[in-house]
């Protein structure tokens, strides 16, 4: 029942990794069938049964994606970045770029603004597909607990004031146009100058983009008897001046002080429940006698939520004095 989304899921994965390694060479239909012993045909049919998109389309909007972002943050010339993705002549890059985005390679330089782009497809995963972790838990890294104080920024997201957990949150605001996990993820990959973007594509992953739980005398009881809204979004500088995406709100956070628990990388088919669950018992029991702070429920404070198996896991949640 799950062969081909993870066949599907090896596919995806090296289309990344050659776009990043600017192998277009091995970015044909054919060679990326036969790593997985199966015809053009049928590798095709199943990848569009799967992920909803036609294989080329997929693929030109991933090259498009990696491209824009180059043409945003690099000095590399246009006709470099058109060769470099695969594009015959600069002619071809411009109107593959502004047909999918409406705007030239050249004037979204001059002015970046939000645009939708193709994030990663993820059609193999164990916990969406309600499959749980496998095997033993291997890592061994205990959760880290330190204070740290985060100075002003403004945090751009949507909110669900109904929704209870991740899984959730995402099939609420699939309901809603506009604001579907497509759309929202990709219009903040395309956001210039976020606080934590490390050059990653994937939603809540090392792009920037962010879970978070706002105190909120409207939200929804959590666990803790706290009425809470979810968001999702992204922190950026507090002098940004850029365009906001209509459907999203932008808030001024101010400078204080958070308590962060963190666990290091792990193996997330394996060790992603576990790993959960232990950080979630180390935050329910810690002990703030002798520290001088305790967690700050008051409205407006945000709870910020970074998950990437391959380098963290961690809750950074408000404290006051």
């Known amino acids: 029942m799950y062969e081909w989304p993870k066949q599907i899921q090896i596919i995806v994965d090296e289309i990344d990794r050659c776009i990043k390694n600017y192998n277009d060479e091995a970015l044909t239909l054919r060679y990326l069938s036969h790593t997985l012993g199966y015809s053009e045909f049928y590798t095709t049919r199943k990848f569009k049964e799967i992920s909803g998109m036609p ?26 970045i058109a060769f470099n993705y695969g594009f015959s002549s600069h002619e071809a890059f411009t109107r593959a ?83 579907d996990y497509e759309t929202i993820c990709g219009l903040l990959d395309s956001i210039k100058g976020k606080l934590d973007d490390d050059g990653g594509s994937e939603p809540n992953g090392a792009g920037g983009q962010v879970m978070a739980y706002m105190n909120d005398p409207d939200g929804r009881l959590c666990d803790w008897g706290i009425p809470r809204t979810e968001c999702y979004g ?44 232990k950080i979630e018992r180390v935050m329910a029991t810690f002990d703030f006698a002798d520290t001088g702070y305790c967690f700050d429920t008051s409205p407006g404070r945000i709870i910020y939520f970074y998950f990437n198996p391959e380098r963290h896991f961690k809750y950074i949640r408000p404290v006051r004095k």
């Not at 997929?58 to 824009?68: P, Q, S, T, V």
């Open 234 to 277: 992204v922190r950026l500088p507090l002098e940004y001046d850029g365009q906001l995406p209509p459907q999203m709100l932008m808030i001024d956070v101010p400078e204080d002080e958070y308590i962060v628990f963190e666990h290091g990388p792990f193996d997330y088919e394996q060790e992603n429940r576990s790993v959960e669950d």
């Open 97 to 179: 770029f502004k047909g999918t985005y409406a705007v030239t390679p050249s004037d979204f330089r001059k002015n970046p603004k939000p645009v939708v782009l193709r994030t990663k497809l993820n059609p193999f995963d164990r916990y969406f597909l309600g499959l749980g972790e496998i095997g033993m838990i291997k890592s061994t890294e205990d959760v880290k607990i330190y204070f740290v104080t985060i100075p002003a920024h403004k945090f751009v997201h949507i909110k669900n004031y109904e929704s209870n957990g991740y899984w959730d949150f995402w099939q609420k605001q699939n309901l809603i146009p506009g604001q």
């Open 55 to 80: 294989f080329r389309d997929y693929l030109r909007h991933r090259k498009l994606a990696f491209a824009l972002k180059e043409v945003r943050d690099s000095e590399k010339s246009l006709i470099d």
